[in-house]
Each structure stands twice: as structure tokens, then as C-alpha cells.
């Protein structure tokens, strides 16, 4: 199991620090904020651990002073084991855009009205944990469906981590409920696809040709203001070899909203090329993974009975309401963990 090293830090945070004071440092721009965001993002780890070492030593003194007091000391403490496991995970990021931002796109698949409303489901719900992991997130676009829902939405999360974090998401995830858009409640199967790529900065270079392009203006239809702001400015890219559509619409002007659907689209070709070295992995290992629209990483049973269950790691719990409320943590650290070991891709 790959655990936290303050020392290895320690040694790295030293390294970046020396090469932040050599002379000539900021003259290759893009090198130095990359040097200066790793120091930066270090500094803040070693920061933590070295005050939840010290909370512990704190509490562990005080019971040695007072035994009477243990349940008061434990409860105090619980918050640092969840902490911990934070400061934990970040030796499980090793990609290139892990420590970064993410852009992270949610389509309705088979379903009809339930999987528009499947889809706005998980949207609450990754809204909802990315506010308690303390990210930072903006809604690009929002397009409703016909009765219900949601036919797609993408939204960025930024903080530490965020893309390295957000990964165990991606695929298909597949709700069993009562559907409540069935005058007979039958129980229904619907779908959605989680697609999550690395944000990139706007000064990165991604070559696409123009020719490949097909871009569409249209007026933003949000639901009554609900999801996003309506404008008559709304931009939908179309990579045509790829067949990848963007779009957004929040943005105030038509050019802005064309901007940042081309940064949009810059993220997905990104995480295209490196879903193909994945497959290409995959195939080496000797085990072949469905990357596509079918391949079903998690179910939501609601009913006949209350499970979530990831496909991948078999990790589950039978509290879906608070699974469906943002609590995800032990699905990621799970899936972040068995990846470090090489179990899944």
C-alpha cells in the first residue's frame, strides 16, 4: 500500500526550492508556475501533516494526563483520521494533470426521461461532494430534457487534486429505481455517462484544425434560470473525426462562450489520447476493458432493496441516500487505491 512520506517531501520541497532561487528562473514562464505550484502544493501538505501530528501528540499527552476523559479525546480526534486519509491519497496521484483542475461532462444514455433525470441526479450529487471536498466549482452548460432532467451538463472543479480525484468517476454509472415517471411504478434501468478530462490551462497549446470544426450558435434554454443564466450567445463545437460535441453557455458574450468551448474541447481530446494509452495498457496486461459508453463502473439499486456497488473494486454500501447526497469518499479512495496497486486502470 503506498502511504504518505513526509520525508520524500521534505526532500522534493528542498529541490524546488533551490531551483525557485537559481538565477534565471523566470524566464521560462511556463516552467516556473509549474515549479511554483508543486512547491506550493507541497508546502500545504507537509503544513497539514505536521499540524495533525501535533493535534494527535496534544491529545495523546492529555490522556496519558487524565483517563477520564478518553470518549472526549476520541471524538476530538475522529476528524484527524479523515484527514489523514486525505493527506494519504495525495501519494496516489501520479499523471501528469492529476494535481489539476477538472472538467468533468455528464450525458443521459438508455433510459429515456429516467436517465435525463439520472443524469441530473448525479450532477446534485457531485455538486454536492466537490462543496464538502472543499473544490471550487462553475456550471458551464446544462441542457435539459424533453419532460425531466437533464440530456447533458459539464462543470469544472478546481482545487488540489481535483482531475487525479474525479477520475474514479468516469464510465457509465447504471440506476435501478421505481420509476417515478411510470404511472404503474414499474421498476426501471437508465444510465448515465460520467466523462471527466484534466482542465487545461488556457495558455496550453492542443493543435486542432479548424477544418475540423463544426460550431452552431443557439439560445441557451435553462430550466427557468435553474441551472444557468439564459443568453442568446450559446456556442456547440463538433470535433468531426472525433465526433466529440462541446458546448457552453454561461458566458455573457457568443465569443466568450466560443472560447471557452474551445478550451472544453481541448480537455477532451486530451483525455481521448489518454484513454487510447490506457486501452493500449489494458491490452499488454492481458486485460481488455471496455473504455466506451458501456462499460458500467457502479449500480444505485433503490429498488427491490438499497444498494450503491462499484463494479470495479466491489466496494458498496446500502446507505444510497447519502451516497446520492455527495457521500462518495470511500467509492474514490477505493478505486484510487486499487489503481495505485495495479488492479484496475
Known sequence: MITFDPDALEKRAATLEEELGAPGFWDDQRRAAAVSSEHARLTRRLERYR???QEYDDARELLAMDGEMAAEIAST?????????RLQEDALFSGEHDAGDALVT?????GGTDAQDWAEMLLRMYLRWA?????ETELLEASPGEEAGLKSATFTAKGENAYGILKAERGVHRLVRQSPFDQAHRRHTSFAQVIVSPLLAEDVD?????GDLRIDTYRASGAGGQHVNKTDSAVRITHLPTGIVVQCQNERSQS??????LRILKSRLLELEQEKREAELAKERGAAQDIGFGS?????VLHPYQL???HRTDHETGNTQAVLDGDLDGFVREYLLARAAGKVL
Open 51 to 53: 499540524r495533525l501530528t
Open 77 to 85: 480526534i475522529a476528524p484527524l483520521r479523515s484527514e489523514l486519509e
Open 106 to 110: 455528464i450525458h443521459a444514455g438508455t
Open 131 to 135: 462543496a464538502d471536498r472543499g473544490f
Open 206 to 210: 492542443v493543435e486542432i484544425d479548424e
Open 256 to 261: 466568450s462562450n466560443k472560447q471557452t468551448a
Open 296 to 300: 458500467q463502473i457502479r449500480s444505485y
Open 308 to 310: 450503491v456497488k462499484d
